[in-house]
């Protein structure tokens, strides 16, 4: 069964400082991983995927996240933390279920707090 | 493009009482989800389809929960008799839904149940 861990319920971080939220994963076959971002009383809101290729993934608003095969992690970082960074973020990994579909597993979220 | 769309936003019943859920997802898009995210916790699936039909509902708890996708488009989340540990937001989300890929899902706001 596909799985992640977020070891982290939540990270503080200065304002203009380096982020990083920590995200490993179990998954059969190719890792198809993704970051997502919820704000308060919204839906969650994509920021990136690493399907194959370079390590290092660009997404939405300077965010990046670096894939490592042999760790079986996918963190995310920034190089300089926004105050209206401050959201739940998510890991997900992408498996198949019995019929071959594509099933989507999350993981329970981190809490990123930019401190003014 | 539009997005998801969810109602109702807020809903408040009793125990035992029924409820249900209504999703619009994206124009044009195959595959439909359905979320549960009790607070503090990650978004679990309770049920996904691909056009009207179902591929995944092994977390559905069956005796009380159900839905439906009829024409392929919208779709219902239904709940009889609701139990105090169904609170929780109920999100549905929707993707192209290419079997092969790495689909990236797009959430609506959310449905937020209080059950008392």
């Known amino acids: 069964a596909q799985s992640v861990a977020q070891p982290e319920d939540q990270v503080n971080v200065a304002e203009g400082n380096p982020l990083t939220v920590k995200c490993t994963y179990s998954v059969s076959g190719n890792p198809y991983l993704f970051w997502y971002v919820q704000y308060p009383n919204r839906g969650l809101q994509f920021l990136l995927k690493y399907i194959t290729g370079d390590n290092l993934v660009k997404g939405s608003y300077g965010f990046e996240a670096e894939f490592n095969k042999s760790q079986t992690s996918f963190h995310l970082k920034k190089p300089s933390a926004l105050v209206s960074d401050s959201a739940l973020y998510f890991c997900?990994?992408?498996?198949?279920?019995?019929?071959?579909?594509?099933?989507?597993?999350f993981g329970t979220g981190t809490k990123l707090q930019v401190i003014p | 493009e539009a997005g998801v769309a969810q109602s109702p936003r807020y809903k408040i019943i009793e125990k035992r009482q029924s409820v249900a859920f209504w999703c619009n997802p994206i124009?044009?898009?195959?595959?439909l989800y359905w979320y549960q995210q009790i607070l503090g916790q990650g978004p679990k699936l309770l049920i996904q389809f691909q056009n009207n039909g179902v591929v995944d509902d092994s977390q559905l708890p069956k005796d009380r929960f159900s839905a439906e996708r009829l024409k392929g488009v919208d779709s219902t989340l239904k709940i009889q008799p609701a139990k105090l540990e169904d609170s929780a937001v109920y999100l549905c989300?929707?993707?192209?839904?290419?079997?092969?890929?790495?689909?990236?899902?797009?959430f609506g706001a959310g449905s937020r149940l209080t059950v008392l």
């Open positions: 989300a929707s993707s192209i839904g290419e079997v092969s890929g790495a689909n990236v899902l797009t």
């Open positions: 124009s044009g898009h195959a595959t």
């Open positions: 997900a990994v992408r498996g198949l279920n019995s019929g071959g579909y594509q099933k989507v597993t």
